[in-house]
């Protein structure tokens, strides 16, 4: 099948080109588009890209294709390409290309770190674990999964615009993540430093984001409580 | 090297997962200057694909539970080549090093209590084997290795460790006295080559799963720590021990926990016959990994696998009922739609034994310090050299890993070995710096790789490898086939050391990482097959045809293997912990 592959290598190449491979698909298997990628780089070893779990939980290879986030390693060829389709892969949209699909994920990175994704509770802990009821712990169910992939931040529109002040829906599912935690005691000081007009209040709800989430988490929703949480603090 | 940067460190550790990150939290909380050097972002690394959880006696499903119980089983389950005294440190330590975890934000499912959710897994018993099944096993739904490994690296945020993210460790230097002082890295990102100068490297750089065609492990897990210790001239312990999961996905290999059988599932063959009951009795689905994949195995042998070609067997857990496979196996549920195209809420999932895990590795003590044996056989410190995690033997596993702990090694491990450097820095070590010659002899490989001209292909010769393994090293193991492997190997060493690299580039240039770990790919095969062939008995995961039984007279005992004449001596296994009696070694039933 005909392959067509952003290839970008800065130290050779001018401009980014779509660059066509033929890949043969053995038995017309329905391949992950991560084992079509791996049989690509046996015949152009220079095609470059992340991938280290192969089984959807590392959160490497998230790219684009045919249009779509999402990772290649859990990502099927039949729910890409209809037969006889072309197979289109590019990075993963609005952020810099290091080379080919690897993208520079330093401001997502960034934006994440800035929500303090750890656990704050600044009372002595106990000689055992810190309890919490089953109904408490459910409250981190569809947070805590998240597998930092960026397809979900790379898909917001409002992420494309301002990258530096909109935490985007990676971090902002995390800030929530510690803001449900009934263990955590940094509520205040959580919520003090999303108040301002970009770091939440940029969403708008497009819910693009859950949309391609490999691991089916609604970061849209966790904006929603997050919003709430603000507005009945500031009245 | 002129014109080459240098990067000075108080400790460099290799390596992002669990054991790494818990040892750069101990360092980095005590004010020393570290660095975590990993080929990967820290949370993709292999620690995220643990499933079933981390086994500590912390008493929360039974209050009496023991960890010297735990002891018992690690002890039993290693076929008595784990050494006492680090299976002592690791039980005892392990609620505590739990705890931690806890505190540090870890999302544990609870209990109606309150307290941290545990389950049943393989070889776990009450009162020395004489209480029935115990539940001891914590987890977080059935993604504990996510939920530690995001724990561990938030955690590290929080203390500002440094990070080398996307940096690859190529070989140790060391100094003209011999010590270790630092490796040479690459930064994949720009292509750049540096010296990292540190008074203590810890390697926590994983498995080599790798080596075998069929692997529930990350691409990225290529034995690079274990291969970069064999080059500079150290030994590797208990190698041949390598542990074949039960239930590997039929044809992708992805992991589905055995915690899957901890919460009821069962294995079935092609009459629907529960067959676990005939091989062991009492613990029936949850005995020992290896006694669990070799039955499966002589089930297929005799003809009654499933599917086709008769080559697998069933992983029944519909009767679970959906809410349970929901609330404790969702991910298993994900993992078996999309790789086995199964929903286990109403299907058996197709599984098969699988490469999974490496008993042995690096030598160290608890300390984490490397292990050495001079000419007389005896116990040298490596100086300035630790390893920690999968790719370290300290040996807790022996000769077979109980499910649940690999994560507590991890982070019992990790956190000691943090401590010892810590108090080492703080006594003041002075070592002599690597001079430009030293660290020219660590870059011939790499410089070599570089310059090379026409050669084979490194994919075709990783399959190549990988087969090998897979066909004369797998679950059950004969004479004169290994020595058909091991000639096998030979002939690759040659192609290997002239591998061809096409593409020179600097910027992430990912064909080199590969070419890279395709050597280290390689000394870890070869390691494994030597060491294998010269193990003449049965062992734990070790099986063979030609020696179907345990040889306590002989080897009672370690390997190791001695890369620069290709040597398999033996090492004793400690007997003595610290506080209760020798388990004395019993013959392994469950």
């Known amino acids: ?66 249009g779509r986030n999402g990772l290649a390693c859990i990502t099927p060829l039949s729910d890409t390409v209809k037969p006889g389709q072309k197979l289109v892969l590019r990075p ?72 530096d002040k909109f935490i985007g829906p990676a971090g902002l599912l995390q800030a929530y993540r510690f803001l449900a935690d009934s263990r955590d005691t940094a509520t205040a000081e ?35 409580h997050i919003r709430a949480m603000l507005i009945r603090q500031g009245t | 090297m002129k014109g080459m940067r240098s990067l000075d460190f108080d400790a460099a550790i290799v390596g992002g997962g669990g054991a790494g990150l818990r040892a750069a939290l101990q360092l980095t909380q005590s004010g020393y200057k570290t660095a975590v050097i990993s080929k990967v972002f820290p949370t993709r690394s292999h620690t995220v694909s643990a499933q079933g959880g981390i086994t500590c006696a912390i008493g929360s499903d039974d209050p009496n539970d023991d960890w010297r119980w735990h002891m018992y089983d690690t002890v039993k389950g290693s076929d008595y080549i784990g050494d006492q005294d680090a299976i002592e440190y690791m039980c005892s330590e392990g609620p505590q090093t739990v705890f931690e975890l806890e505190h540090m934000g870890l999302p544990f499912s609870r209990t109606e209590t309150g307290r941290i959710y545990q389950r049943a897994f393989g070889g776990q018993s009450k009162d020395y084997g004489k209480g029935g099944q115990a539940v001891r096993t914590c987890a977080a739904a059935d993604r504990t290795g996510h939920a530690l490994l ?48 540190s008074r203590a490297t810890v390697f926590a750089t994983g498995g080599a799963g790798r080596i075998f065609a069929s692997t529930t492990n990350a691409l990225i897990n290529t034995g690079d720590g274990l291969g970069m210790a064999l080059r500079a001239g150290y030994p590797v312990q208990d190698i041949e021990m390598w542990q074949f999961h039960p239930t590997g996905i039929y044809g992708a290999g ?7 059988r901890g919460e009821g599932g069962y294995l079935i063959n092609k009459d629907g016959e529960r067959f676990m009951e005939r091989y062991a009795p009492n613990a029936k689905d949850l005995a020992g990994r290896d006694v669990v994949a070799r039955s499966m195995v002589l089930e297929i042998l005799e003809g009654r696998g499933c599917g086709e070609h008769g080559d697998h067997v069933l992983l029944k857990l519909d009767h679970l009922g959906e809410a349970v496979l929901n609330s404790k196996l969702p991910g298993i ?35 984490g310090q490397a292990i050495n044996q001079n000419r007389d056989g005896e116990d040298e410190i490596v100086e300035g050299f630790f390893a920690v995690g999968e790719t370290a033997c300290v040996s807790v596993h022996g000769a077979n890993r109980l499910g649940g702990n690999s994560l507590l090694d991890l982070v019992v491990f990790g956190r000691a070995t943090g401590k010892y450097i810590q108090q080492e820095l703080r006594q003041g070590v ?41 066909n004369h090293f797998g679950v059950f193991r004969k004479g004169e086939f290994m020595q058909e492997g091991i000639e096998k190997l030979d002939a690759l060493r040659g192609r290997i050391a002239k591998v061809q690299l096409e593409d020179k580039s600097q910027i992430f240039n990912t064909a080199r990482i590969e070419a890279l770990e395709l050597e280290n790919l390689f000394e870890v095969a070869e390691a494994t097959a030597i060491a294998a062939e010269a193990r003449t ?51 392994r039933t469950y």
């Open chain 2, 537 to 587: 008995e049965s062992r734990g995961a070790h099986a063979r045809d030609d020696y179907r039984e345990r040889d306590d007279e002989n080897w009672l005992c370690h390997s190791m293997y001695f890369p620069e004449d290709k040597r398999v001596g033996k090492r004793a296994v400690n007997f003595s912990p610290k506080t209760l009696e020798t388990f004395e070694p019993q013959i």
């Open chain 2, 254 to 260: 992805t992991l589905v926990t055995e915690g899957s």
């Open chain 2, 333 to 367: 549920l994900e993992l078996s739609r999309t790789f086995a195209h199964v929903d286990p809420v109403t299907d058996p999932i197709p599984v098969v034994p699988t490469c999974h895990y490496m008993m042995g590795g690096i030598p160290t003590n608890i300390n």
């Open chain 1, 1 to 66: 099948m005909l392959v067509s592959i952003y290839r970008y290598n800065p130290q050779t190449d001018d401009k980014p080109v779509m660059r066509d491979i033929e890949v043969e698909i053995p038995g017309g298997k329905d391949l992950m588009i991560l084992d079509v990628l791996e049989l690509a780089k046996r015949k152009d070893s220079s095609i470059a890209y992340r991938r280290s779990c192969r089984e959807g939980v590392c959160g490497s290879d998230g790219m684009n294709m045919n």
């Open chain 1, 92 to 163: 993963l949209p609005g952020l810099p290309v290091i080379r080919d699909l690897v993208v520079d994920m330093s401001i997502f990175y960034k934006q994440y770190e800035k929500v303090k994704p750890y656990l704050i509770n600044d009372e002595p802990p106990p000689t055992i674990e810190r309890l919490q009821s089953p109904e408490d712990r459910a409250q981190l169910d569809g947070l805590y999964e998240c597998i930092l992939c960026a397809c979900c931040s790379t898909n917001c529109p409002s992420f494309w615009w301002n990258p």
């Open chain 2, 150 to 197: 995001h724990t561990l690296y938030q955690a590290n945020l929080k203390n500002n460790t440094v990070f080398l993210n996307e940096w690859y460790g190529t070989d140790l230097v060391k100094n003209q006295d011999g010590v270790v002082v630092g490796l040479i890295v690459i930064c994949i990102e720009t292509g750049e080559t540096v010296f990292v100068n």
């Open chain 1, 190 to 224: 959580r919520l003090a430093g999303l108040n301002d007009p970009f770091s939440v209040f940029r969403c708008r709800g497009v819910m693009s984001c859950a949309a391609v989430c490999p691991k089916g988490l609604n970061p849209t929703r966790a904006i929603g």
């Open chain 2, 430 to 470: 002075e070592r002599r710096r690597a001079t430009e010659s030293d660290i020219e002899q660590a870059m011939t490989r790499l410089t070599r790789l570089n310059e090379s001209g026409s050669g084979e292909n490194v994919a075709a010769l990783r399959s190549e490898l990988q087969n090998v393994m897979q």
